[in-house]
């Protein structure tokens, strides 16, 4: 089976620009989530999926992030306008559900000038 | 909330030194608990896994025990390689039951040779 697929795997974007970063789940798998990943703050959730449906947006992203699972093999994280502070890699990992492991994708490193 | 703390950002060794990575968390459950690490340019990957009913998880040379008493889940190997240098994440499953999994700020872990 195919791990989780991440494009881009870099990104540069001026301040104030659209991005949209892309995730493929491991096929089968029923839970995705957008994490984001910064030396200071960690793994920070950004939004999780069961079976499609949005399940949490993480509170303090919800005025500019934006993720969104157009089918059960497919999930976009808008980025709407980026900021320098946005600069991070962002991950996203699917699961078949609790307790189960958490397989992630190689991230999108993102760069806000 | 459910919360995990690992106290040690970085640590330094030499090859043949004995591991010791602290791992603390709180909940109000009894939850699984993972390791995972995450190596340069890749997404984090599972090391290992303990649930209440094992209480120790083994793998690739790396052990951890679940301490219901000190709520510890210290991870720990006997000789690291300069190849184990990586940053490892301590997690437990959320106590909502979610897919979710909430992790502690990393430990980088550099090893020379």
């Known amino acids: 089976d195919a791990g989780v697929t991440q494009t881009p795997r870099h990104e540069v974007a001026e301040k104030g620009q659209t991005i949209i970063l892309k995730c493929e789940p491991v096929?089968?798998?029923?839970?995705l989530f957008w994490y984001r990943q910064t030396k200071i703050q960690g793994l920070e959730l950004l939004s999780y999926?069961?079976?499609?449906?949005?399940?949490?947006d993480g509170g303090a992203f919800k005025d500019r992030f934006k993720a969104e699972m157009l089918n059960s093999s497919f999930s976009t994280l808008k980025i709407q306008p980026t900021e320098p502070k946005d600069s991070a890699v962002y991950l996203c990992?699917?699961?078949?559900?609790?307790?189960?492991?958490?397989?992630f994708g190689a991230g999108t490193r993102l760069s806000v000038l | 909330g459910d919360s995990v703390t690992q106290k040690q950002g970085q640590v330094t060794l030499s090859e043949d030194d004995f591991l010791f990575i602290n791992c603390t968390y709180s909940?109000?459950?009894?939850?699984?608990l993972f390791w995972y690490v995450q190596y340069p340019g890749q997404g984090p990957q599972l090391l290992l896994k303990?649930?209440?009913?094992?209480n120790k998880g083994i793998s690739r040379g790396f052990e951890a025990t679940y301490d219901k008493g000190t709520t510890s889940f210290h991870l720990q190997k006997a000789s690291v390689q300069e190849s184990d240098s990586a940053v490892y994440f301590c997690?437990?499953?959320?106590?909502?039951?979610?897919?979710?999994?909430?992790f502690g700020l990393g430990t980088t872990l550099q090893v020379q040779p």
């Open positions: 997690a437990l499953v959320d106590t909502g039951n979610t897919g979710k999994l909430i």
């Open positions: 303990v649930t209440t009913a094992n």
């Open positions: 999926f069961r079976s499609k449906s949005l399940m949490e």
């Open positions: 096929s089968g798998h029923n839970d």
């Open positions: 909940t109000t459950t009894y939850p699984t």
């Open positions: 990992a699917s699961t078949q559900g609790a307790g189960n492991t958490l397989y």
